[in-house]
């Protein structure tokens, strides 16, 4: 019997150990410019593939801020990326997106201590329901709105220190996203109520990139959007409990791991040449069209008007 057992559980791996190499097509070697010199934002940077983009970022000489929340976290993981690249330029500084009040604090205090930024990753990401302090669906503020109070608050250092390039996160869950910009920054109605908003937060993300290129056509500030891919990192942590074990075994199969997502968010910051694409929307395979949301102009500019009235610039 116990024999058997072993025979079963040993398939059972080998099976497992197939699926998840085979399903996965081996990542492509990638060679990066050396970054010495040039001073990188990351949030979200002490987990997931912020960390693997900071790590990397570190590794190519930048020098690198790491903006995230939790202080604890943020100068661990700080100090494990110095020890591990031999970079001494990297260090934590303290910002909570959901709060408007931390991102204007964390920008006055950039801007006082650091000369310089080249590359701003608009990394971080939560997929959680919940209200902000400022009074805003949690998905929208932190995925979204902090972001974008953040870009305009360091857009001019940013143009100053050209040629520089915003990085946004997206996702392809963008093409369930649904903005009215009526009601930008309240949580969307019905069951599924946190997943449509973290849709409609990605969509942002999207249109932002776009509108961000328009308005900087004449500057040498450029922006991306980025599908990371579907990739493993806590970010479905707050996935409701009876979803958890239908997500856990397909993530560990199917999603990358933070490493290889990262991997289209460093080409997007480092690949030269990529200026001409200001505004695109980049997945592993290089740009691609966004879904049709994604590629309304409209809706772009009246994203973009509602976002400086909500965080009140």
């Known amino acids: 019997g116990m024999g058997w057992a072993l025979l079963g559980v040993g398939l059972l791996l080998a099976l497992y150990?197939?699926?998840?190499?085979?399903?996965?097509s081996a990542p492509r070697p990638r060679t990066r410019p050396a970054l010495r010199g040039r001073t990188a934002i990351v949030t979200g940077g002490s987990s997931g593939i912020g960390a693997a983009t900071a790590l990397e970022l570190a590794r190519c000489g930048a020098r690198v801020i790491l903006a995230t929340r939790n202080a604890v976290r943020g100068e661990a993981a700080a100090s494990r990326i110095r020890t591990e690249t031999g970079n001494e330029e990297v260090?934590?500084?303290?910002l909570d997106l959901a709060s408007l009040r931390s991102v204007r604090a964390f920008a006055s205090t950039f801007l006082r201590q650091e000369p310089h930024l080249h590359l701003l990753i608009n990394n971080a990401g939560v997929s959680a329901g919940g209200t902000t302090e400022d009074g805003f669906s949690l998905p929208f503020q932190v995925n979204h709105l902090g972001h974008f109070l953040l870009t305009q608050l360091l857009l001019e250092r940013?143009?100053?220190?050209?040629?520089?390039?915003?990085?946004?996160?997206?996702?392809?869950?963008?093409?369930?996203?649904?903005l009215r910009p009526g009601s930008l920054g309240r949580p969307p109605p019905g069951l599924f109520s946190a997943f449509q908003d973290y849709c409609d937060s990605k969509l942002a993300n999207v249109l932002h990139a776009r509108e961000l290129a328009t308005r900087e056509q004449d500057t040498r500030v450029?922006?991306?959007?980025?599908?990371?891919?579907?990739?493993?990192?806590?970010?479905?942590?707050h996935a409701p409990l009876w979803?958890?074990?239908?997500?856990?075994?397909?993530?560990?199969?199917?999603?990358?791991?933070?490493?290889?997502?990262?991997?289209?968010?460093?080409?997007?910051?480092?690949?030269?040449?990529?200026?001409?694409?200001?505004?695109?929307?980049?997945?592993?395979?290089?740009?691609?069209?966004?879904?049709?949301?994604g590629r309304d102009d409209r809706l772009a500019r009246a994203l973009w008007e509602g976002s400086e009235r909500l965080v009140g610039l």
């Open 17 to 24: 150990t197939l699926l998840r190499y085979g399903l996965r």
């Open 91 to 94: 260090r934590f500084m303290h």
């Open 158 to 178: 940013l143009r100053s220190c050209g040629p520089s390039r915003v990085v946004i996160v997206a996702s392809s869950a963008h093409c369930a996203g649904r």
């Open 222 to 237: 450029t922006c991306y959007a980025v599908h990371p891919g579907f990739v493993n990192t806590g970010l479905f942590r």
């Open 243 to 293: 979803l958890k074990p239908l997500l856990l075994p397909l993530a560990w199969l199917l999603f990358l791991d933070a490493s290889e997502g990262a991997q289209v968010v460093l080409d997007c910051a480092t690949q030269d040449g990529l200026e001409p694409l200001s505004g695109r929307y980049f997945t592993d395979s290089g740009p691609q069209q966004p879904w049709p949301p």
